[in-house]
């Protein structure tokens, strides 16, 4: 029997890295205390959760170690929401990139799924990895509330599919440092195979 009660589900993007603004993508960046203020901060007092889940990449799982000890809570480091892979952008920054190839940056941003960055992760694998973590999690953890802490290309992804755009149009949403949004996930529907949810709000 499908549980009627809806999942409440939060999704708090990584704070400011180390390293700079950049095309970080698998680089495993450490937090800066500002970001870890921030990410604090975006919180407040909120500690109805039932469970954590984390991007395994530190500037995602050392805050989310933190908070599930601080606040006794269990934690699943789940591989599948880390951030898209880069390829041969990976550490370069918008203007080094811009100086180097600025068509190749332009036809990245104005149709990435076609134009991905040289040997980056294919733009629809990673669609695929994370809203397979999205639907697994929400499945699993059914009439919970839980924090998923994670980055800002799995955040765009997930807001996205609740918006109903496509994928090159959810990778323009805003997803600031230290952004948390927060979703109700409401019970499979007789005869559907994904959970149906809706956005509640976004912090600004």
């Known amino acids: 029997m499908r549980p009627a009660r809806a999942t409440r589900i939060d999704l708090l993007r990584h704070g400011e890295t180390t390293g700079g603004n950049r095309y970080r993508g698998s680089i495993d960046d450490a937090l800066t205390l500002p970001g870890w203020t921030a990410m604090r901060a975006a919180l407040g007092k909120e500690c109805g959760w039932n469970r954590i889940v984390s991007s395994p990449l530190r500037r995602c799982a050392d805050f989310a170690r933190d908070l599930a000890q601080r606040q006794a809570l269990p934690l699943d480091i789940d591989a599948r929401l880390r951030e898209i892979h880069f390829g041969d952008w990976e550490g370069k920054t918008a203007p080094d990139l811009l100086a ?3 068509g190749a940056v332009t036809r ?4 990435p799924v076609n134009h991905p960055p040289p040997g980056a992760e294919n733009l629809l694998a990673f669609q695929t990895r994370v809203l397979h973590a999205w ?3 929400a499945a699993r953890h059914a009439g919970e509330h839980l924090l998923i ?3 800002g290309g ?6 996205g599919q609740a918006q109903g755009m496509p994928v090159p149009e959810s990778l323009r949403l805003e997803v600031p440092h230290a952004h948390l949004s927060r979703l109700e996930v409401k019970a499979v529907p007789e005869g559907g195979d994904r959970p ?6 976004r912090s600004s």
């Open 100 to 102: 180097a190839d600025p």
């Open 196 to 201: 149906a949810f809706t956005l509640l709000a």
């Open 108 to 111: 990245f941003w104005n149709d």
């Open 149 to 151: 802490v994670t980055h």
């Open 135 to 137: 639907h697994e999690i």
């Open 154 to 159: 799995p955040i765009r992804i997930i807001l």
